[in-house]
Nanobody
């Protein structure tokens, strides 16, 4: 089991940046799938960016080139740097981990996850609001 605590959300104007943090109770050095998800009001939860068991990263098409996922293994912390934010990025952002995903399968979470399936453990979320 893993506990995840997100922070860093807030309100920002369109075009601005935010960096989200996720403190994990397990080492982020690898061995499991971990990433960022979001849920906008009235919409399904979706994947945003994940780091696979082998350390590779995958992103949702709509955030490619704007968001960067990274980790600081010394601090057991996962980050999401979000640049060029737009109102469509407004959502509750969650950190989540799948401790049982085989290597090479985590990209599915970023590209296709829509609220069901998988075996994710969730943080409590942090709210991001982007105003135009």
């Amino acid at each position: 089991q893993v506990q995840l605590v997100e922070s860093g959300g807030g309100s920002v104007q369109s075009g601005g940046s935010l960096r989200l943090s996720c403190a994990a109770s397990l080492s982020t050095r690898g061995g499991y799938c971990i990433g960022w998800f979001r849920q906008a009001p009235g919409k399904e939860r979706e994947g945003v960016a994940v780091i696979d068991v082998d350390g590779s990263s995958s992103y949702r098409d709509s955030v490619k080139g704007r968001f960067t996922i990274s980790r600081d293994n010394a601090k057991n912390t996962l980050y999401l740097q979000m640049n060029t934010l737009n109102p469509e990025d407004t959502a509750m952002y969650y950190c989540a981990a799948d401790l049982s995903a085989p290597p090479g399968t985590c990209a599915w979470y970023a590209r296709e996850y829509s609220g069901t399936g998988g075996a994710l453990t969730w943080g409590q979320g942090t709210l991001v609001i982007v105003s135009s």
